[in-house]
C-alpha cells in the first residue's frame, strides 16, 4: 500500500533532524526509515530530495512517500465468500481500521480455520485497495470485541508502540463467577503455557509477568444456574495469551461461559463471558485522540442495563 504523508514543522522540531522526526514523532523503525532512502520520493524537504540528516526548520514542509513492499498478500485464500460474513468496522482511515469481532471468530488463521478468520473477511472486503493487515495487539477467539488492525507496516510499528507505552487504553467487560471480596484489584500471577496440555496456559513461577486490574461494577445474586455472578471492567498491563480467563479462574471466579477455566454453559448469553469493549488510541500521525466501542449487541444491552441501574442509585 502506498502512502503519502505532508507535515508543516511545528517550532517544537525546529533544528532536529529527519530522522529525530521520523523516530520520535511517526515511530518509524529503523528498517523502515532505511527503506524510505532508497525511494525516488521517499523524503523530500520543501520539495527536495534529502538525506535523514538534514536538519528542519519551522515550517518547513516534509513529504513522507512510504511504500509497503511486502503489500502481497500471499495468505488471501479466495475459497471464502463475501458474503459468508461481513465484518462490523467500528473505525477506519488510510492507516487503521478497528473491527468488531463476535465470540467464536478466530483473528488469524490457525489450526482448523483456514480462510474462515477474521482477517480473510477483512481481506476479501479490503481486496480492492490494496492495503496489508497486521493485527495490533491479540484477542482470543472465544473473546468479542475491538480488535486494532494496521493497513501497513509504518502504522503497526506506531500503534504497537502505543500499546507497550500505555498510551493505549483498552477495557474489558466480563462476567465472573461469585462475588468478590475485593472490589477492586490487581492480579499479579505468572503465566506459562501447560505443558500436558496444547493451547492452554496456568498460573506458574517460571512464567511470564503479567498483570491484570479489575473493578467491580455490579453483582447479581441469582441466575439460572444458581450462582451469584460479578460484572467487572478489567484492564491488562501485560498481554499474555488468555491472561483474564486464567486470572480470573486462579482466583476462585471463572469467567462464565469459559470451556477451558471456567463456567460452561454461560446463564445470560452462549459465549464466553468476556468482551473487549472500549479502546482509546492516538492516530498515529495525526495524533487525534480516537475512542471506539463495541457494537456486541449482547454486551451492549448488559452495559446500558447496568448503566442504567446505577443513575437510578441514590446519592
Same mark, same amino acid.
Given at each position: ?53 538534514? @536538519?528542519? *526548520?519551522?515550517? /518547513?514542509? =516534509?513529504?513522507?512517500? #512510504?511504500?509497503?513492499?511486502? +503489500?502481497? %498478500? ?36 490457525? @489450526?482448523? *480455520?483456514?480462510? /474462515?478468520? =477474521?482477517?480473510?473477511? #477483512?481481506?476479501?472486503?479490503? +481486496?480492492? %485497495? ?186
Amino acid at each position: 500500500m502506498d502512502r503519502l504523508w505532508k507535515f508543516q514543522i511545528e517550532a517544537v522540531w525546529n533544528q532536529r533532524t529527519i530522522e529525530d522526526f521520523l523516530r520520535r514523532h511517526l515511530n518509524f523503525t529503523r528498517r523502515q526509515i532505511s527503506s524510505l532512502k532508497f525511494m525516488e520520493d521517499g523524503i523530500r524537504l520543501n520539495g527536495q530530495k534529502v538525506r535523514t540528516t538534514c @536538519r528542519l *526548520h519551522t515550517d /518547513d514542509w =516534509l513529504t513522507i512517500h #512510504l511504500l509497503d513492499r511486502k +503489500s502481497g %498478500d500471499k495468505t488471501r485464500i479466495p475459497s471464502v465468500s463475501r458474503t459468508a460474513f461481513s465484518p462490523v468496522v467500528l473505525y477506519e482511515d488510510e492507516d487503521l481500521l478497528v473491527a468488531d469481532k463476535p465470540a467464536g471468530l478466530p483473528v488469524h488463521p490457525s @489450526r482448523g *480455520h483456514y480462510g /474462515d478468520t =477474521l482477517l480473510d473477511f #477483512l481481506r476479501h472486503n479490503l +481486496s480492492a %485497495d490494496g492495503s496489508t493487515l497486521h493485527p495490533v495487539g491479540r484477542l482470543d477467539k472465544d473473546t468479542a470485541g475491538i480488535v486494532m488492525i494496521a493497513r501497513h507496516r509504518a502504522s503497526a510499528a506506531a500503534l504497537s508502540s502505543q500499546l507497550q507505552n500505555r498510551q493505549m487504553e483498552k477495557t474489558y467487560l466480563a462476567l465472573a463467577k461469585g462475588t468478590f471480596e475485593a472490589k477492586a484489584g490487581e492480579i499479579t500471577a505468572p503465566i506459562a503455557p501447560r505443558e500436558d496440555c496444547l493451547n492452554q496456559m496456568e498460573i506458574s513461577e517460571k512464567g511470564k509477568p503479567a498483570v491484570t486490574s479489575y473493578q467491580v461494577q455490579k453483582e447479581y445474586f441469582t441466575s439460572e444456574k444458581g450462582f451469584p455472578y460479578s460484572l467487572l471492567t478489567c484492564r491488562l498491563k501485560t498481554g499474555r495469551t488468555h491472561q483474564i480467563r486464567v486470572h480470573m479462574a486462579c482466583t476462585g471466579h471463572p469467567l462464565l461461559g469459559d470451556p477451558i477455566y471456567g463456567i460452561t454453559p454461560n446463564p445470560l448469553f452462549p459465549s464466553l463471558g468476556l468482551c473487549a469493549f472500549s479502546c482509546s488510541f492516538y492516530q498515529p500521525f495525526t495524533k487525534k485522540r480516537i475512542r471506539v466501542t463495541t457494537k456486541q449487541k449482547e454486551w451492549c444491552i448488559l452495559w446500558n442495563e447496568f448503566m442504567k441501574s446505577r443513575s437510578g442509585e441514590s446519592p
